[in-house]
């Protein structure tokens, strides 16, 4: 029998590509996991999800699985790469186009072929924040379909995309919450909330750590995308759209960030647009855009990539409680949303739902329409997109060869050396070039030395290197009620200001020796306080045994010069930090910061202080948390959750975390104080001891005329700092500190002077004038000149108030001197 040669090829041409199909598809989610994602009462762990994507990656030519790194707790983090058979098996062809359009470094002509050569890079994480748990349990749904679907759509997919899907960004969070709903199902306590932080850290934070990089998980990712993928789309998948909307779609709300590109925003725009008309063609209703969820903050994955010329996309769809389904009566549904936006008629921003049935399965189903909608976009778009990275590029560095800026120009010699590295490394890992000059040279008539750090703003991420370098103004829009309208996040992150370290900005061209910083190490560790990296050696002594004393500002040990002069001899610290179990990520912050500079630390919950079991520690730290929350924390007996009857009956939280501090334990933390020990308390956290001890001091923000009430948001204000208070050490006459909500105190006349040395003493204050340095603030007046970080005296002991966050987010290194002083002192030894 003779067989057609033409045939016979392509007969063998459909089975061999066809062979990932059909192993993969002898793996679906529910073959692999027992159920279909999705399913009431069924949640996958990190390890089934894991396993499900390795057999995947055995089974077909079509996804690859590579690990990425390690979590904070150690747990491999995974990265999916999805794509035709031929595109994966030129992976790195396709990733160095990428990187060469998103970094301008081709000529027009080079990148046009690149263009027509290059496939678009899509990213989409899942499960950045454990409790939403949908988008980890939709995960394997999205890989299956991508490598197993033969439809034309999900075939010009593959050919036209690659895809970065991380399956679950944060393993941690998903095994707390998993186990957790596991052990209280079918019990009264489950939807009980996880009584701890989701990640070691942050908590919630994890999602705005993106030009910090505190966080080993956060460093992991930048990697990715902004030194190895540049993708062209970074699609950031959440649960928490407004009620009663079942997801959020772009176009953000208002204001916008003047330094993001229009371009950018335009084609968030479109990719919003996409989803809502695939979500219209399928009767999805709900679906809500322009609202809650701004262009203004940057630092979350989704917006620290519109500062790098990618389409930075949120969805937030709407929850269930875990794996718990509900049901929605149309009639208790609110009419109109927290802006004023009616709910229940269909506007340009809105098309009405109307109630019923919603639960894990339906979440996962908007999140695929929402996934699909975005991915056949980018496979129509695919040459627009690439040439939008390289376009971009090219503005941006011509726009900085123009000038203004032209470059900042971040000295060597400072205040605080390791400060200025550990700024300068974050730049970096945030894609930013940094150069070094080689020897002296003259910018704008100022002499700059050889050694000094060069950040030219002809660069393809010059909006994200301006945006982190000059002040925000927030504009103050009309809210409802014609208040200002409140930021999504924070109004001002200045980084420079956040961490201390000082720059110059240069408008004008100029000419100098540099050299590409290719590595940044911390520099040696100096026994300068004014240099942070002085408590890690401070730490490291102690712990070795060894005595050190201060000597003019400076750590000098046994035998050595000035010891015997020293003003204080240091002790290693005793330290608790008050932990609730209502979880707060300003307590996790803490926690980073003590590891961070080698501080150890007994973490204290509620019962430690109604048994009174802190009282042989110096120094006990309360972080900023509601007063009510922390004298009462989850009351027993009574729902978590507003829902129907029979849900809200199962979401008591489990009685051993219950409770806070309680009267016996204020009575605890008093005795404790007034015995000799040291409580530090930021923020909020303050009012237990000023109202409930109570202390001689009144917080001025606390008003009854709302027109002359304190208003900040989160921003950066200057204060003046009382160099000569040990609680200063090393720090500068004027500084930055961050406030969100914040407070400030007057000393009352009557009770400002004690016996001896018992005066309360105010360590800095909020700035007489221009109290505002970058972000927004409302009220200035009612806290300029007034108290912002004070100590006062209790019995043998002291109370620090701090009116500011002096480690918020682990992004204020200009103040964490002030904290750290606090603790080393608690138990130091005062020699003069």
């Known amino acids: 029998m003779r067989y057609d040669l033409r045939l016979m090829r392509a007969w063998w041409t459909v089975v061999l590509l066809s062979a990932g199909l059909l192993r993969a598809g002898n793996l679906s989610p529910k073959d692999h996991f027992g159920f279909e994602p999705g399913t009431d009462y069924k949640l996958a762990d990190y390890q089934q999800i894991v396993s499900y994507f390795q057999k995947l990656d055995g089974q077909t030519d079509r996804l690859q699985l590579v690990e990425f790194g390690r979590s904070s707790e150690g747990r491999p983090l995974y990265l999916a790469i999805i794509s035709s058979e031929s595109n994966l098996r030129r992976l790195a062809y396709y990733r160095e186009i990428s990187r060469k359009l998103a970094l301008g470094e081709v000529s027009p002509e080079e990148a046009r072929k690149l263009v027509e050569a290059g496939r678009v890079i899509v990213w989409i994480d899942s499960g950045l924040h454990a409790t939403e748990v949908a988008p980890a349990q939709h995960a394997p749904v999205l890989a299956h379909l991508l490598v197993t679907e033969e439809t034309e759509e999900i075939r010009r997919i593959r050919d036209n995309v690659i895809l970065l899907q991380v399956p679950v960004i944060n393993p941690d969070g998903l095994e707390l919450v998993v186990n957790w709903y596991r052990a209280n199902l079918g019990t009264r306590h489950e939807l009980a909330p996880l009584p701890r932080l989701y990640q070691k850290y942050a908590g919630h934070d994890n999602n705005r750590d993106w030009f910090m990089f505190n966080l080993v998980e956060t460093r992991h990712v930048a990697r990715l995308l902004f030194h190895e993928w540049l993708p062209q789309i970074v699609y950031n998948q959440h649960q928490a759209p407004p009620l009663p909307a079942r997801i959020f779609v772009p176009p953000y709300a208002d204001p916008v960030n003047p330094n993001i590109p229009r371009s950018v925003l335009e084609g968030v725009a479109l990719i919003g647009a996409a989803m809502r008309e695939r979500f219209a063609r399928e009767g999805k209703t709900g679906v809500l855009s322009y609202a809650a969820f701004d262009a203004w903050w940057n630092g979350g994955l989704r917006t620290a990539p519109l500062f790098h010329n990618m389409h930075g996309v949120l969805t937030e769809t709407a929850a269930g409680f875990y794996a718990t389904p509900r049901l929605e009566d149309p009639g208790s549904l609110p009419t109109r949303f927290a802006g004023g936006l009616p709910s229940k008629l269909p506007t340009i921003f809105y098309e009405p739902w109307t109630g019923g049935r919603w639960g894990l399965k339906e979440a996962i189903e908007y999140m695929l329409t929402a996934d699909l909608a975005l991915l056949s976009l980018a496979a129509e778009r695919r040459s627009d997109f690439l040439w939008k990275a390289y376009q971009l590029a090219r503005d941006a560095i011509e726009a900085g060869q123009r000038g203004s800026p032209h470059a900042y120009i971040v000295p060597q010699v400072q205040h605080d050396p390791t400060s200025t590295v550990e ?47 000059e002040r925000q103004e927030y504009p103050e829009l009309g809210g409802r009620g014609n208040a200002p309208a409140r930021p999504y996040d924070v109004a001002g992150w200045t980084l420079w200001m956040n961490m201390g370290v000082q720059v110059v900005r240069v408008d004008r061209p100029f000419h100098a020796n540099l050299k590409p910083v290719v590595e940044f190490k911390r520099p040696e560790p100096s026994r300068d306080l004014r240099d942070l990296g002085a408590y890690r050696l401070l730490s490291c002594w102690l712990q070795a045994g060894r005595r050190v004393r201060l000597f003019q500002g400076r750590l000098v040990r046994e035998g050595e010069e000035g010891f015997l002069e020293g003003d204080f001899e240091f002790r290693l610290p005793r330290v608790g930090v008050y932990v ?36 042989n520690l110096d120094v006990i730290v309360l972080p900023s948390q509601e007063p009510e929350s922390i004298l009462h924390g989850y009351r027993a007996g009574e729902a978590t959750v507003q829902a129907t009857p029979d849900l809200e009956a199962k979401s008591e939280q489990r009685p051993e975390y219950c409770g806070g501090l309680g009267l016996t334990g204020l009575v605890e933390l008093e005795r404790f104080v007034r015995r000799g020990g040291v409580l530090v308390a930021f923020d909020e956290a303050t009012r237990i001891p000023v109202e409930l001890f109570p202390l001689p001091v009144r917080d001025v923000t606390r008003v009854a005329d709302e027109r002359s009430r304190f208003q900040c948001p989160g921003s950066l204000v200057r204060i003046r700092v009382q160099t000569q208070d040990p609680l200063a050490l090393g720090m500068p006459e004027m500084a930055y500190a961050f406030v969100r909500g914040g407070k400030a105190w007057q000393v009352r006349l009557i009770d400002r002077q004690g016996p001896g040395e018992q005066a309360v003493r105010v360590v800095a204050r909020y700035a007489d004038k221009d109290l505002l340095a970058s972000g927004w603030v409302a009220g200035a007046e009612t806290v300029q000149g007034k108290a912002a970080l004070v100590v006062v005296p209790y019995g043998k002991g002291s109370v620090v108030l701090f009116g500011f966050r002096p480690q918020f987010r682990g992004q204020t290194f200009g103040t964490f001197k002030f904290l750290l002083n606090a603790i080393y002192l608690a138990s130091a030894r005062k020699l003069r």
């Open 580 to 615: 609730s179990w209502v979880p707060n990520t300003d307590a996790g912050w803490t926690q980073w910061l003590l590891d961070e500079f080698l501080v150890p630390y007994r973490v204290l919950h509620s019962d430690a202080f109604r048994h009174g079991d802190f009282h």
């Open 423 to 469: 700024m300068l490394w974050r730049l970096a890992i945030g894609g930013i070039r940094i150069e070094k000059a080689q020897e002296p040279f003259e910018a704008e008539g100022k002499q700059f030395a050889a050694g000094d750090y060069v950040l030219r703003a002809a660069q393809p991420f010059r909006a994200y290197l301006i945006d982190l370098f």
